[in-house]
């Protein structure tokens, strides 16, 4: 078999050909939002909505009604409990994420234990990216569209706020409400990588790919275009993967996103440490002659 039939092989399956379509798809839009969550410092918060919407998940299956539709609703509760419990105690904001997270995190946990069902709900915790209906894909593609367009539209208000909160209110934008839109972009995109990779792993999707970015450039612009290029390419890889070894697609998806940032953190042109030691060795090679 050569290598061509090994890449053509999978596509000649439908579910294949979705599984890629709809995993690019979600690395793309978590990718791009992953560049703001990592310069802001809320990588917790983002590890919080992804856990935090199970139960929406849950309770939409019972009526009956998409998953997405119950996910964002309890991606959206869970930032304003947030919210809401840090303004009105003296609990610190990573205590009061902590709480809210893994309490709505057990909640659908416990649901998903009583709840009888004939679908196997495991997926959510765990993803089943290879199982998604035509359905599901049209869900993603939408909610996808609207987080990347939002994000795209108030680039240059968010990138304010990112980097000088202050700056950004002195010329009149409100950072509480550039705060309060990209939470909410952040509950959209957790739905959107949920059935890819399961709400346990979405973390990883949000987070992975800016900061393997970040060791790239200093600037954000090319954060922005690095950031859902390398995790496009590591989810078809991991794709690809999970159909030639048989094994979890979601995981593999992760795995070559972390593998990807490891081999930038150590061989990376600007930042790398293989690159920064050799520099440092033959500067001191040099300099003693």
Aim: glycine share 10%; charged share 10%; net charge positive.
């Amino acid at each position: 078999m050569t290598l061509l039939d090994l890449l053509l092989e999978p596509l000649s399956y439908d579910f294949m050909v979705r599984a890629l379509v709809t995993t690019v798809v979600a690395a793309v839009v978590c990718a791009v939002l992953s560049c703001w969550l990592v310069l802001i410092g809320w990588s917790l918060l983002g590890d919080a909505v992804s856990h935090a919407v199970l139960p929406g998940v849950v309770i939409a299956y019972v009526f009956g009604l998409p998953f997405g539709v119950g996910a964002v609703v309890f991606g959206f509760l869970a930032v304003g409990l947030i919210g809401a419990i840090r303004s009105t105690s003296r609990v610190k904001e990573d205590a009061v994420i902590g709480i809210v997270f893994t309490t709505l995190f057990a909640l659908g946990l416990v649901l998903i234990s009583v709840v009888p069902s004939q679908t196997d709900l495991n997926h959510i915790i765990f993803g089943n990216i290879l199982g998604i209906s035509q359905s599901d894909q049209l869900q993603i593609g939408v909610l996808a569209a609207v987080a990347l367009v939002v994000l795209l539209v108030k680039r240059r208000d968010l990138t304010l706020y990112a980097f000088d909160p202050v700056h950004a209110h002195a010329i009149g934008l409100s950072p509480r409400r550039l705060g309060g839109l990209l939470l909410g972009v952040l509950a959209l995109t957790a739905v959107v990588a949920l059935q890819v990779v399961g709400v346990i792993l979405v973390v990883a999707m949000l987070i992975i790919p800016g900061a393997t970015a970040y060791l790239l450039t200093d600037r954000f612009t090319r954060m922005l275009w690095i950031a859902p290029l390398l995790s496009a390419t590591s989810s078809v890889i991991g794709i690809y993967l999970s159909y030639w070894l048989d094994a979890a697609s979601g995981g593999l998806v992760v795995v070559t996103q972390g593998v990807t940032f490891g081999l930038v953190h150590l061989f990376g042109p600007r930042r790398g440490l293989v690159p920064t030691y050799l520099a440092s060795w033959s500067r001191r090679a040099v300099a003693n002659g």
